[in-house]
């Protein structure tokens, strides 16, 4: 009879590795890296610090400030208001605005345009309604320009140009029970009205500076990566950054972003210093064109299909076939319910929990040795290919996918400035100590990420008073309190998209699409039923949240053993604002289950409809 390590032994090949050691390895990393002030080390991007927020994309605009009424308001442009603006149009709303920050649609593809910005989900699923649109993206991973004109498209194609208003930022939202609408104020003076609010503010959207000493002090030049600076760089995302061939340019962060800016600043700069304070996971991307025939053999309905076996892949769900067959899905064949399948039908029998666990734990332990080796065998220079090597669990962090990050390391004008899980020690006129050691430096590139953790109301940068006057951050201050993540007691007629207590996944458009149906459905049965006002009931909410702590057990003892980052709250866990506190613990597969079936089930349950006074009753009251 075959036996359990028998089994191990197949799937894993021969066990070349001290498990042990790289536990106590793994946890030893973590511990250097923890620090007591977890989220609040990073410093609020207001104040002295808000022009690192401005636009640097958008031309100035001039306009009146405006004071009417629409059917629906949607706050942000990016992917969630572009997929809700498509299916509410689909849905025959034809009463939309959008109002976005940015100077046009796109969201985090509009303000992330730093060298190099591409996508590293696959594009088939990840640009949204490719058949709606026609459209076959140029290659399997997408860069950001291409996303972009992909969005401006999308906007073209439901006509959610027309009344949107641009360059415009949410300052407060109200809503007014008796008339049944929401009164929204923005940064341009307008004062506008709504029978419903969608906001769509994208989970990653506010840039966070590490509130390191000296941070003032920098006489230099600065900027966050989400706000790239190409007058002073030059260049654009295909790199050529001819600003800074006489420049000694440093780069705070080695997350995601400076994995894939990296290269091209090595290009360019005279001299480039990366300051690593942990080691991001970097695996094989292989990009390539599009196939001419690609579109030959596809379908209807080929793009949701797609998305959903990818899901299914990433989730660990039953599939037969991997169609999008990358770095993802083979992390996934490897780590998750897939191989522990595969055992059992080796085994003869299920896998105890303990042996699937370990079966997971010892295929982390391969997949990062791998990774640990292909360090070793880029980069020529043996200490820094050690200091290179990320120490945790593979999705401790967000797994990233470049070919050419870690060669960069090669060139005799980048240096890598490895402060072991310390960062910056901090900042002078001139340029940054770390380790001791001061570096003078023309131009410091914040590459340090968004705010994750933060309350929802901050980091949306407004609060919304609700019935009877209630904030939100009041109401959410020791967690989010939802319906499937997007309608909240005491706030009718108003609507959250992104991870707000639905499901994460790696696809982030397929959530938002599948949030932007179940929203759809929602108005769309109100206006049916001849009701103005949808609300969901308390018990409704409670029976969500409570589902939701329930579920959110999983995965936090792995977390906690995790080196300290955004998805485990910077290592200090029980925030009902963090990462995973908004995400179903059962994962995407099942949520969209239950969405569906609320929805066939027709009754908008849990949801109480009534009927507010006629729309120019509601706009006589606007002033
Ligand atoms: P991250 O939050 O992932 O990374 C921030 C970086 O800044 C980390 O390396 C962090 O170190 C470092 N840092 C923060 N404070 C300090 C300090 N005081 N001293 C030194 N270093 C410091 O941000 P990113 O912008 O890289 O990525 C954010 C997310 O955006 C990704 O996780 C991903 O979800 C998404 N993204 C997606 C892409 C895609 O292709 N789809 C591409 C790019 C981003 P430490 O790790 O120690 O905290």
């Given amino acids: 009879m075959t036996t359990f390590d028998e089994v191990l032994e197949q799937t894993l090949g021969e066990i070349d590795?001290?498990?042990?050691?790289?536990?106590?390895?793994?946890?030893?990393?973590?511990?250097?890296?923890?620090?007591?002030?977890?989220?609040?080390?990073?410093?609020?991007?207001?104040?002295?610090?808000s022009s690192y927020v401005d636009d640097p994309y958008a031309d100035p605009i001039e306009r009146d400030a405006l004071t009417d009424h629409t059917d629906i308001v949607i706050i942000g442009g990016?992917?969630?208001?572009?997929?809700?603006?498509?299916?509410?149009?689909?849905?025959?709303?034809?009463?939309?605005?959008?109002?976005?920050?940015?100077?046009?649609?796109?969201?985090?593809?509009?303000?992330?345009?730093?060298?190099?910005?591409?996508?590293?989900?696959?594009?088939?699923?990840?640009?949204?309604?490719?058949?709606?649109?026609?459209?076959?993206?140029?290659?399997?991973?997408?860069?950001?320009?291409?996303?972009?004109?992909?969005?401006?498209?999308?906007?073209?194609?439901?006509?959610?140009?027309?009344?949107?208003?641009?360059?415009?930022?949410?300052?407060?939202?109200?809503?007014?029970?008796?008339?049944?609408?929401?009164?929204?104020?923005?940064?341009?003076?307008?004062?506008?009205?709504?029978?419903?609010?969608?906001?769509?503010?994208?989970?990653?959207?506010?840039?966070?500076?590490p509130g390191i000493a000296g941070i003032d002090d920098y006489q230099g030049h600065t900027f966050h990566t989400s706000r790239w600076d190409y007058d002073y760089t030059g260049g654009d995302n295909a790199g050529g950054l001819t600003g800074l061939e006489n420049k000694r340019v440093g780069i705070i962060g080695t997350g995601a972003t400076a994995v894939q800016c990296v290269p091209h600043l090595g290009a360019s700069a005279q001299e480039l210093f990366v300051f690593q304070r942990t080691p991001s996971s970097i695996d094989v991307r292989n990009n390539r064109e599009t196939p001419e025939d690609f579109a030959d053999s596809l379908e209807p309905g080929w793009q949701y299909a797609r998305m959903e076996n990818f899901n299914r892949m990433v989730i660990g769900a039953k599939t037969d076939v991997d169609l999008v067959n990358d770095g993802w899905t083979d992390i996934f064949r490897n780590l998750t319910g897939i191989a522990?399948?595969?055992?059992?039908?080796?085994?003869?029998?299920?896998?105890?929990?303990?042996?699937?666990?370990?079966?997971?734990?010892?295929?982390?332990?391969?997949?990062?040795?791998?990774?640990?080796?292909?360090?070793?065998?880029?980069?020529?220079?043996?200490?820094?290919?050690?200091?290179?090597?990320?120490?945790?669990?593979?999705?401790?962090?967000?797994?990233?996918?470049?070919?050419?990050?870690?060669?960069?390391?090669?060139?005799?004008?980048?240096?890598?400035?490895?402060t072991e899980g310390k960062g910056i020690d901090r900042f002078t006129e001139t340029g940054l100590v770390a380790n001791g050691q001061h570096y003078e430096l023309?131009?410091?590139?914040?590459?340090?990420?968004?705010?994750?953790?933060?309350?929802?109301?901050?980091?949306?940068?407004?609060?919304?008073?609700?019935?009877?006057?209630?904030?939100?951050?009041?109401?959410?201050?020791?967690?989010?309190?939802?319906?499937?993540?997007?309608?909240?007691?005491?706030?009718?007629?108003?609507?959250?998209?992104?991870f707000t207590q639905g499901a994460v996944t790696v696809n982030v458009p397929q959530t938002l699409n599948e949030q932007a149906v179940h929203i759809s459905h929602i108005l769309a049965t109100t206006r049916d039923s001849e009701a103005t006002v949808v609300e969901v009931t308390p018990e409704a909410e409670q029976?969500?949240?409570?589902?939701?702590?329930?579920?959110?057990?999983?995965?936090?003892?792995?977390?906690?053993?995790?080196?300290?980052?955004?998805?485990?709250?910077?290592?200090?866990?029980?925030?009902?604002?963090?990462?995973f506190a908004a995400n179903y613990g059962a994962g995407p597969v099942k949520f969209f289950q239950i969405l569906e079936d609320w929805r066939d089930d027709g009754s908008l349950s849990g949801c109480e409809l009534r009927s507010a006074p006629p729309d120019d009753e509601a706009k006589a009251s606007t002033t």
């Avoid at 620090?35 to 610090?49: H, I, K, L, M, T």
């Avoid at 990062?368 to 200490?383: K, N, Q, S, Y």
Wanted: aromatic share 12%; hydrophobic share 35%; proline share 4%.
């Fill in 442 to 498: 023309d131009c410091i590139i914040f590459a340090t990420g968004f705010e994750v953790g933060t309350s929802y109301t901050r980091r949306a940068g407004y609060d919304v008073a609700g019935r009877d006057g209630v904030l939100l951050s009041d109401k959410w201050a020791d967690g989010l309190r939802t319906l499937h993540g997007m309608q909240t007691a005491g706030f009718p007629n108003s609507f959250h998209m992104g």
């Fill in 543 to 579: 029976e969500w949240v409570d589902e939701m702590i329930d579920k959110a057990r999983l995965g936090e003892r792995f977390r906690a053993e995790c080196t300290p980052g955004y998805y485990n709250n910077e290592g200090k866990s029980g925030n009902g604002n963090g990462f």
């Fill in 78 to 209: 990016g992917f969630g208001g572009l997929l809700m603006g498509g299916r509410l149009r689909e849905a025959g709303f034809d009463d939309i605005r959008v109002i976005e920050k940015g100077g046009d649609f796109g969201g985090t593809w509009y303000w992330n345009r730093y060298p190099g910005a591409m996508c590293d989900v696959e594009s088939y699923c990840y640009l949204p309604m490719l058949e709606e649109l026609d459209y076959i993206p140029k290659h399997k991973y997408s860069y950001a320009p291409e996303i972009m004109e992909h969005s401006r498209n999308i906007a073209q194609h439901y006509g959610l140009y027309d009344n949107a208003l641009m360059s415009t930022e949410v300052t407060a939202m109200r809503w007014d029970d008796g008339a049944g609408i929401w009164h929204i104020d923005t940064n341009r003076g307008d004062h506008v009205t709504a029978r419903a609010v969608i906001t769509a503010a994208g989970p990653l959207s506010r840039p966070k500076l």
């Fill in 340 to 418: 522990a399948k595969r055992a059992s039908e080796q085994l003869g029998r299920r896998l105890t929990g303990k042996e699937k666990g370990r079966l997971m734990e010892m295929a982390d332990y391969r997949k990062m040795e791998t990774i640990r080796r292909r360090a070793d065998e880029v980069i020529e220079d043996p200490d820094i290919a050690e200091r290179i090597k990320p120490w945790y669990r593979q999705f401790c962090k967000r797994p990233c996918f470049h070919d050419d990050y870690l060669p960069t390391f090669n060139r005799p004008n980048v240096h890598l400035v490895d």
């Fill in 17 to 49: 590795f001290d498990p042990d050691a790289l536990k106590a390895r793994y946890l030893a990393e973590r511990d250097k890296r923890l620090r007591p002030d977890g989220n609040s080390q990073y410093v609020e991007v207001a104040g002295d610090f």
